[in-house]
């Protein structure tokens, strides 16, 4: 999964540099938001099955519809025969300011447009296969990150990871300016998923 890919010829080089390294990922999705920018993307070597990736979700900000900046990404990908894994990604409004609108709040309601999309995929199916990935540009004691993963008793909760590196560190962003470390990039799977999954072969 991918945060700020550029255009899609981009990403073709991108592909076809890996490629040349050694890493072959032939199948490919890429959602244009309204970001004209940054645009969230996925390679894969596994054959992708199902694409249902949205560009046009939209929230009310001061009386006005906002989109949210870069969408949400949503393949399925057929792992064997008999099992499937659905994978959203997103990345939401950075903690840059904006003179339009609040920051915080935009980055908050496009939390929750992800979260409804998640709760309609797992109504459909309660026993999807669901990982979501990517910037959530929040900690996890913030509502954007607590709104997607839910409360405890929540059928739909999502599983925090909480991936660490070999030293143990968890934190994926460095803010200088304040000299701080922090976790705004995650992994979350629904119930059905979290008993696949090999922590000890899992990390940073």
Known sequence: GIMEMGDETALEDF?????ASGLDYPNREWVRGADADRHLALLSRFPI?????????TFEMNGSRVRVGRGI???TVKLSEDYSLRLVGAHLKSRREIPEFDQEVMRAKEARCLREHLNAVLKANPVENLLLFGDLNDTKNEYPVKELTGQLKDPFRMKDLSLADRSGYRWTHYWSAADIYSRIDYMLVSRSVWPDINMRRSGL
């Open 15 to 19: 592909q076809r540099r890996l490629k």
């Open 49 to 57: 099955v199902g694409r249902n990736s949205r560009d046009d979700v």
């Open 73 to 75: 990404l949503d393949v």
